[in-house]
């Protein structure tokens, strides 16, 4: 009776687990596609980055170097834009140590600034790492904040 039981009893769970995870596969939301843009913006990066980003959100930004020597510190700091007009710093990332091959990713939670409709991310590189040691810099414009 025991052995039998048993057999009846994972048939039993097996049935209510499968029922479960339909209902739970049905309450499901679909994932949301978040649109991304790829811009070569200079001859040594090449920036991957969500086209647009709300308020309280962190964005990740990927980054890919070319010819920038191993050893330099990799830098990239967040503006905001008021329409086209430059508003002004935003937040900063430490910066990255470089190595060949490697990719990089920044991420930024982007805070309220009144009347900002858009970010941008100032990147540069140099040997130590700070805009006064700065070797080549680029502009990575837009993210657009909904």
């Not at 209510?16 to 843009?37: R, T, Y």
């Not at 990927?62 to 700091?77: E, N, Q």
């Not at 329409?83 to 140590?97: E, M, N």
Request: charged share 25%; net charge positive.
């Amino acid at each position: 009776m025991f052995k039998k039981l048993t057999v009846t009893g994972l048939a039993m769970l097996f049935v209510m687990g499968g029922a479960f995870c339909l209902k739970a596969e049905d309450k499901a939301a679909p994932a949301e596609k978040v649109a991304v843009q790829t811009k070569k913006i200079a001859d040594w990066i090449e920036v991957t980055a969500p086209e647009s980003a709300k308020v309280g959100e962190t964005v990740k930004i990927k980054v890919k170097l070319t010819g920038v020597p191993d050893g330099c510190k990799l830098a990239g700091d967040m503006h905001f834009f008021r329409g086209p007009s430059y508003g002004g710093f935003l937040v900063w990332h430490r910066p990255q140590t470089v190595k060949a091959g490697k990719e990089y990713t920044f991420k930024y939670k982007i805070p309220e600034k009144e009347g900002m409709s858009s970010v941008g991310v100032l990147f540069y590189y140099g040997k130590k790492g700070g805009w006064g040691n700065k070797e080549k810099d680029a502009w990575f414009k837009f993210i657009n904040i909904e």
